[in-house]
């Protein structure tokens, strides 16, 4: 059976987009193609409108796992992928330290991993995707692990970091209040063979880059129950 069926989306600049679905529909597996990890059977992938050959450039790949290398400290962990840039010792440091403060771990930068809590090791991570200046984002259950506090915490971050500076993300979630709070369009799949069953444009007024405000609002509720009502509806009996 093919795991992603008849499906089209895009990803607007400036814009976030989750996209939530039935475990096991294919949501890890279409960001893999969409990043250029898998290639596709059939159909095409456009990076801002050329067909994309390979991972593309200035994207940003960030998992639920961190990933850091438990024998470099948190500032050499987000210095890694300057590193691969080729960017000079002192900008690539400078830049590091700026965005390791802007994520609320100052006074962190020489600790190692094993010393850091889940919430401090997943901002180190971001931090590591951010700091390489990616013009598009591919999130895949970042925050999954975390608690409820922390995930709020780091949301505010992303959401705050993301739209200041106008990048693009594709955010894949289970958790459709996440979903909810931080994107302006929210895309529901069904089972598999993947479809897209339903778009909800999100409009929340307010600060979008408060989740709590977000939460508060009428709105969320009405989208977090129509999101829910439609995974419902896919589920297998």
Known sequence: MHVIGDLS???????????????????STLLNVVSGIIPPDSGEIRWY????????????????????????????????????????ADAARNR???MLDRLGLHGFAASYPSTLSG????????????????????????????DFQS???????????????????????????????????VIVLSQRPTRILRVYEIDIPGNRTDMMEARQSPHFTQYVRSIWNDLQSTARP
């Open 9 to 27: 989306l895009s990803l607007g600049q400036a814009e976030i987009v989750s996209i939530v679905g039935p475990s096991g529909c294919g949501k």
């Open 49 to 88: 409108g050329e067909p994309l050959a390979g991972v593309p450039a200035r994207a940003g790949y960030m998992l639920q796992k961190d990933l850091l290398l438990p024998w470099r400290t948190a500032i050499q962990n987000v210095l890694l992928g300057l590193e691969i840039q080729g960017v000079k």
């Open 96 to 98: 590091a330290e700026i």
């Open 119 to 146: 919430g401090m090791r997943q901002r180190v991570a971001l931090a590591r995707t951010l700091v390489t200046d990616p013009e598009v984002m591919l999130l895949d259950e970042p925050f999954a692990a975390l």
């Open 151 to 185: 995930k709020l915490l780091i949301e505010n971050d992303t959401a705050t970091l993301v739209r200041a500076e106008k990048r693009s993300v594709l955010l894949i979630t289970h958790d459709v209040e996440e979903a909810v709070s931080m994107s302006d369009r």
